[in-house]
């Protein structure tokens, strides 16, 4: 039977760490309402964009350099993470995704040492470091006051890379926002840009532009992958939020479990203290009458 004290202090412990999670549970649900809000509002604008991208990546005419498909010899990964644990399996997902595309689809660049990581989140920045994968670059600040004129910067640094050529196939990796539980782990191919004919086998009916073509393809086309960039870093920031409300109700949960459990073992304790105390008591008293 465990001794009173030591459950007394367990039982102290364990109700001082559900109230710190019950407090982070409600401070993710907090941001999560503001990210959520950003992100599906954003979501049917960028889907719109990236389709109108498509059909006019598939024009054939000079300066769609974004849209040009080479061999996939030159390999920037762009992983998105957190800054912050204790958010379930939300890391770990994207690290997992991003070392199987390294030893899986990649590999052979990676062998040849023309694969590069950029990493954004300081979780995954400190994973590949340690491990000495080839991390060009860590952008771990970004999340620090997440917005589109943040966010534009890299998305231009990453169109520069691609236009000189310095890689073939840019990918992003991050965890795409369902709802508060669901968070879904997606590598997209961010450039070049895809066709019409890649995203789709039925054919759809051209749009009216206005001015030509290929002005629109150096002007628009930049903005939109700016806009994909954006989005995808709203979908990450605002999965981190759910994954880390649902990991904290479920660790608050199982607090309520183990207080529930170490009650019942304090009560069993302290009756078997009780009843050994009146034994002690009896016993004593039928040694003394024994006596006289």
């Known amino acids: 039977m465990p001794n009173l004290k030591e459950v007394r202090t367990r039982i102290a412990s364990i109700k001082s760490t559900q109230q710190i999670t019950a407090a982070m549970k409600l401070v993710a649900a907090s941001r999560l309402r ?3 809000n950003a992100i599906l509002k954003l979501r049917p604008y960028a889907e719109k964009l990236k389709e109108i991208s498509a059909n006019l990546s598939s024009s054939e005419q000079e300066g769609n350099s974004l849209a040009i498909v080479r061999p996939a010899e030159k390999i920037l990964i762009v992983a998105l993470s957190s800054n912050r644990g204790l958010c379930g ?3 770990t997902n994207v690290i997992r995704r991003v070392r199987q595309l390294i ?3 990649f590999a052979e660049q990676h062998a040849r040492g023309d694969l590069k990581l950029i990493t954004i989140g300081r979780k995954i920045s400190e994973h590949y470091i340690k491990r000495q994968y080839p991390v060009l ?3 771990d600040d970004v999340y620090h ?3 589109f004129e943040q966010a534009a910067p890299l998305a231009e640094k990453l169109m520069e ?3 000189r050529q310095e890689y073939d196939r840019i990918v ?3 965890n795409q926002f369902k709802n508060a539980a669901v968070q879904k782990t997606v590598d997209e191919v961010y450039l070049p840009v895809a066709s019409e004919k890649e995203e789709s086998d039925t054919a759809i009916e051209d749009f009216i532009l206005e001015p030509d073509k290929e002005t629109i393809l150096q002007e628009l086309i930049p903005k939109i992958l ?3 960039f954006y989005k995808a870093l709203l979908d990450s920031f605002a999965s981190e939020h759910g994954a880390r409300m649902t990991a904290m109700h479920q660790a608050t949960e199982n607090a309520k479990d183990i207080l529930r459990e170490l009650n019942l073992s304090y009560n069993k304790a302290r009756q078997a203290t009780i009843t050994k105390e009146i034994l002690e008591i009896v016993s004593g008293a039928n040694a003394l009458r024994e006596g006289q």
């Open 145 to 147: 006051n997440l917005s």
């Open 34 to 36: 503001k990210t959520q």
């Open 103 to 105: 030893e899986g689809e």
């Open 172 to 174: 992003l990796v991050y």
């Open 226 to 228: 700016k806009i994909q």
């Open 137 to 139: 670059e860590r952008h």
């Open 89 to 91: 399996a939300f890391n």
């Open 161 to 163: 890379q691609f236009n």
